[in-house]
């Protein structure tokens, strides 16, 4: 298995990430980067994040890069600072897992996640030990900046109609779980001229109340209270806030798969042009794509794969299902924090969320997954045999069959051994007929 997964290197902190595994992937970026430049290095909340950000700021420095600390940050905050500040990027985090783990993820110059490619040079310098090691007088040198998070907050401002949304004296309910978000979302939200209730505002490593991941059975309080105080809107973040998920004015939660296609709506109702979202996304966004008449491509999963297309096309919106959303005119990664400051200029422009949601096509979906020993062999019999078949087959990521009435995808996972089954359709029984269509296929093969 690859030692960097979908989203940078992760595990139990002191167990498997150590500080010695934070000085070597440091080390071996800086070995990458030639020892020359500038990497900006912050991390999220979690109580292991300070021994592991110092260890990765002695690799680095080892490495003869000048380091700039720039603290308690979200990862788009990051990702903001190194387009403009820096050579690369080093984020302390493990983003939604749960509080005993942590992880490193790895952040190139534009400010996007570092490409596939990089990360393989990265990791055979890692198991090679072969690493820069700068002479004495050479060693690098530690800066601080504590400005990331006020320069973040405010490049969001300018890329809203943040005096249509100041105007407006909006009441949004937070629920930042203690993470990195902490530190940003109810400020931003405040200089947006709302009223800002927090809850789990304070950043806490041990993660008292909640479980870094935003699911609704976590965040009952948070619904509650958007219900009780008449706001406009809640807001919730993972634990390093990239992804957000939001509560309607009757604090209804809003499936990620609507959010995705609700932002999708409005985007393009303003500005049309192409939109990029992964195989796994709902077919929503191929129907809000046909109602613009907009051009939508499909992706491989992971919001890099989606960053990067969308750079390429000049894509106007792009996101996943999972409440990661992308706005190239602010950045290309997912962006919690903007994602709200979208939805608020949503609602000043006189829409409800309830409304938009309601008016987003409905789908119904069905999962599951099969252990399987020979991954790339069973992957390889499947697909020669859906392409022999006669319908239209993606082979983008895994592979997605598509029927007259939906879908089902059949994609390895990139860390254990099984194969998952994904259907979508407009009814349930039909999308649990195409996923065990989909198991009968895999198990015929297997
Ligand atoms: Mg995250």
Request: one cysteine or more; hydrophobic letters at 40%; aromatic letters at 8%.
């Amino acid at each position: 298995m690859a030692f960097f997964g979908t989203n940078g290197v992760r595990g139990i902190a002191n167990e498997y990430i150590t500080p010695q595994l934070a000085i070597d992937v440091a080390r071996s970026l800086g070995t990458y980067m030639g020892s020359k430049g500038t990497v900006a290095i912050g991390r999220d909340t979690r109580a292991s994040g300070e021994m592991l950000k110092s260890a990765a700021i002695a690799g680095a420095l080892s490495a003869g890069l000048t380091v700039i600390d720039v603290g308690i940050c979200p990862t788009p905050s990051v990702q903001y600072y190194v387009k403009e500040h820096s050579d690369a990027g080093i984020v302390v985090t493990a983003s939604h897992n749960p509080r005993e783990y942590n992880g490193i993820k790895l952040i190139a110059g534009d400010g996007s996640e570092m490409s596939r490619e990089a990360e393989r040079e990265i990791e055979k310098l890692y198991y090679s030990k072969e690493f820069n090691a700068a002479s004495w007088e050479k060693t690098g040198d530690l800066r601080h900046d504590s400005n990331a998070n006020e320069f973040y907050i405010n490049g969001i401002i300018n890329s809203v109609d943040h005096e249509l949304i100041r105007e407006k004296k909006f009441k949004v309910v937070v629920d930042t779980g203690c993470g990195a978000g902490s530190v940003t979302l109810p400020f931003l939200i405040r200089k947006l001229g709302c009223e800002v209730i927090t809850i789990n505002g304070q950043t806490d490593g041990t993660f008292p109340w909640r479980n870094p991941e935003p699911t609704p059975d976590v965040l009952t309080e948070l619904a509650d209270i958007v219900k009780k105080s008449g706001a406009n809107m809640g807001v919730a973040q993972d634990g390093d806030a990239d992804r957000a998920v939001f509560f309607d004015e009757n604090g209804n939660f809003i499936e990620e798969e609507i959010q995705l296609a609700m932002m999708a709506k409005y985007v393009l109702a303003r500005n049309k042009g192409p939109i990029v979202t992964p195989v796994s996304s709902s077919s929503r966004m191929l129907d809000v794509a046909k109602e613009a008449d907009v051009e939508l491509t499909w992706t491989a999963v992971g919001s890099i794969n989606v960053a990067r297309k969308m750079m390429e096309i000049g894509a106007v919106f792009g996101g996943e299902g999972n409440g990661g959303l992308i706005f190239p005119e602010h950045q290309y990664c997912r962006d919690g924090a903007m994602a709200c400051a979208k939805f608020l200029e949503i609602i000043a422009n006189g829409q409800k969320l309830s409304e938009l949601a309601a008016s987003v096509p409905a789908y119904f979906n069905s999962k599951t997954k099969i252990r399987i020993d020979d991954l790339p062999g069973t992957m390889e019999h499947v697909k020669k045999e859906v392409l022999e078949g006669e319908n239209k087959v993606d082979t983008t990521d895994g592979v997605k069959i598509w029927y007259e009435d939906g879908w089902v995808l059949i994609r390895p996972s990139g860390t254990e051994p099984i194969i998952r089954i994904f259907a979508e359709s407009k009814s349930k029984e039909r999308a649990d007929t195409l996923m065990n269509e989909g198991v009968d296929l895999v198990n015929r093969i297997k």
